[in-house]
C-alpha cells in the first residue's frame, strides 16, 4: 500500500467508528436467521412434497384449472371463515405481558394471528402452493411454483393501508423510478413500477399496483415468468385477486401461552390445486429470546397415539442441509402437531412437553378450523 | 444432536462476528437500518449454506462475501427505497468538527460511487484485501478491482475525503 492507499484505510476506520458510536442498538438477531433459514429450507422441500401430492391427490383439479383456468378462487381452503373479528384492540393488545426490546410481534387482533390484504383467485397452472403470511416486516400473500433451475414462478401479493395513495420511488436501480400506465385491472387504475435503467428493468420482477373494488391499493410481485407472460400472467392474476382482509382458519388453536409471549410469525400454506397437502406454522417468542415453533401438517387419523416424542434423527440431506427435525411431536384425528425451540433452554427437557399440551389440534376437516388461535 | 450442533456453531460465529459484519454492511449502504437488513439477510443466506461455510477455509471471507453479494444484488434486483446519495442534510451541525468533517466527505464520497466499486473500495480499504483476494470475493478478474480502485480512487480525489492526502496537497 502507498501512503495514499493507507492514509485511505485509516479514514475508513476512523469514520466507521464515529458513526458506530452514534449508531442505534444492532436489530441482528441470529436465531431469527436461524427461524428463517430453516423456514426457506422446509419451502424448497414442502414445494417438492406438494407437488407430488398435487399430482396424486387432484387430477381432476388440474383438469377443472386446466390451460386458462378459470375466473374462480383456485386452491383456496374451502372451509368457512369463521370469527374473522372485524373490531381492533390496541396496538399493544397482542402482548400478553409487558413487551420486551427484543420483541419482533405479528399483528395480532383478539385471537386471531394471521390476517391477509386479500387472496388469491385465479392462478396458472405452474403455481403449486399459496401461502398466507404474517411476520413483523409485514404481512401478505404468496403464491409460488416448484423450483426449475434455481427459478420459480412467483407471486406476492400485498396491499397499502387504507387511503394511502403510493408513489413511486424516486431512485430505481440506477435510474429514474417510473410510473407506467398498465391496462386497468377489472377497471380500476393500475400501472406499472419501473425504472429508466433499462437493465435493471429488464431483470427484476414485475412490479404491478393496482387499485382494489375496496378503494385499497394493492402491490403484485411477479417473478419467473417467461418473457412472453411478464404483462399479461400478472394482469390476469390481478383481476382475479379477491380484495378485502381474509382470516384463513387455522387448524390449530392455544389453550395457554407462558407470560411474556408473542406472536412472532405466523402462516399457511396450502396447495394451490387441491386441498391437500397443507401445513400451519406459528412461531412464538418467550421473554423477548427463547423461539418455540408450533406446526401442523396432515397426520394419522384416529385418536392420539402413544406417547409424544421426537419423529427420527436429524441428519444431514445430500446438501448437507440437517434433515428437518419436527421437535417432539403427536399426532391423531388426522393431523400431526409439534412444538421445536430454536435453541434449546437448559430446561427444555420440561418446558417443549409443556407446549405440546398448548397445542389444541382441531382436524384434518377444514370445516372445523377456527380464526380463533390464541387462548 | 447434528443439527444442534450445527445450530450453536452458526450461532456462535454470528454472535462473534456480527459486529464486524455491521461495520463492514454500513460501509457499503452508509445506512445502520438497511446495515441490520443485510446483515440479517446474509446470515440467513449463511445458515442454509452452512455447510459449505464450514468447509471453506476461511470462514470470515465466506461471510464477507455473502454480505457484499447480498449488497450487489439489491442493488439490482431489490426494490429498496434509495435516496440519492449526498442528498442526506447534516442536522444540527452547521460547522462539523474536522474530524466529523472528515468522515462526513467520506460518506458522501463513498455514497456517490457506483455499488460495485464501493465494495471494492471497501474490501481493499477497510478489510485489507488484495487485489487477487479482492476479486476472488466479488468474482471477477484481477484487472477488473484494479481499474474498480483506480475509478474510485479518482472520485474520492475529486471530492474532499482525499483531498487533503498524499498528491492532493501538491
Known sequence: MNGEDEELSVRMARYVAAEEAAAPPSRVDPALAVLRGRELHRRRVWTVASAVAAVALSVGSFAVLGSGG?????????????????????????????PTE?????????RTVLTVPGRFGWLPDSVSTVEYRS???????????DLVD?????????????GVTPDVDP????????????APVNGREAYWVTSSDASFAQGTPSRLRFR??????????????????????????????????YTPPLPVSLSSLPPDTVVSNASLRHAAHGAAPWEAELTFQEQGIHYVTVRVEPGQDGPPSGSPGPSGSPGPDANGFPEYDPGLCSSGYGVRWCVRELQPAAD???????WLTRVVPRGSDERSWSADVLP | MAELTRDEEFTAFVASRAVWLRKVAYLL??????????????????????????????????????????????????????????????????????????????????????????????????????????????????????????????????????????????
Open chain 1, 212 to 245: 382494489g373494488a375496496d378503494g385499497i391499493w394493492y402491490q403484485l410481485d411477479s417473478s419467473g415468468l417467461p418473457e412472453a407472460d411478464r404483462e399479461q400472467l400478472p394482469l390476469r392474476v390481478a383481476a382475479g385477486v379477491v380484495p378485502g382482509r
Open chain 1, 102 to 110: 427484543r420483541s419482533s410481534a405479528v399483528p395480532v387482533v383478539g
Open chain 2, 29 to 170: 449502504c452508509a445506512d445502520w437500518h438497511r446495515a441490520d437488513d443485510l446483515v440479517q439477510e446474509s446470515i440467513t443466506k449463511l445458515y442454509t449454506h452452512w455447510g459449505r461455510a464450514g468447509r471453506a477455509e476461511n470462514r470470515d471471507g465466506y461471510a464477507r462475501t455473502v454480505l457484499v453479494n447480498t449488497f450487489l444484488a439489491e442493488q439490482r434486483t431489490a426494490w429498496w427505497r434509495r435516496t440519492r446519495p449526498a442528498a442526506r442534510p447534516v442536522e444540527g451541525r452547521a460547522e462539523p468538527e474536522p474530524d466529523l468533517a472528515v468522515s462526513l466527505d467520506l460518506r458522501e464520497a463513498l455514497a456517490a460511487l457506483p455499488p460495485r466499486q464501493r465494495a471494492t473500495v471497501v474490501l481493499r480499504y477497510y478489510c485489507d484485501l488484495s487485489v487477487e483476494q479482492t476479486a476472488a470475493e466479488l468474482g471477477c478478474s484481477s484487472g477488473n478491482v484494479k481499474s474498480q480502485s483506480s475509478r474510485a480512487l479518482e472520485a474520492l480525489r475529486r471530492s474532499s475525503a482525499l483531498r487533503t492526502v498524499g498528491r492532493s496537497g501538491a
Open chain 1, 135 to 145: 411476520e413483523s416486516t409485514g404481512v401478505d400473500a404468496m403464491a409460488y411454483g
Open chain 1, 348 to 354: 427444555a427437557g420440561s418446558t417443549m412437553p409443556v
Open chain 1, 70 to 98: 378459470g375466473a374462480g378462487p383456485a386452491g383456496i381452503p374451502a372451509a368457512p371463515r369463521s370469527g374473522s373479528p372485524s373490531g381492533s384492540l390496541p396496538p399493544d393488545a397482542y402482548r400478553k405481558s409487558g
Open chain 1, 171 to 182: 431512485l430505481i436501480g440506477a435510474g429514474d423510478g417510473l410510473r407506467v400506465d398498465a
Open chain 1, 150 to 162: 434455481h427459478d420459480r414462478v412467483q407471486f406476492l401479493l400485498t396491499a397499502f393501508p387504507e
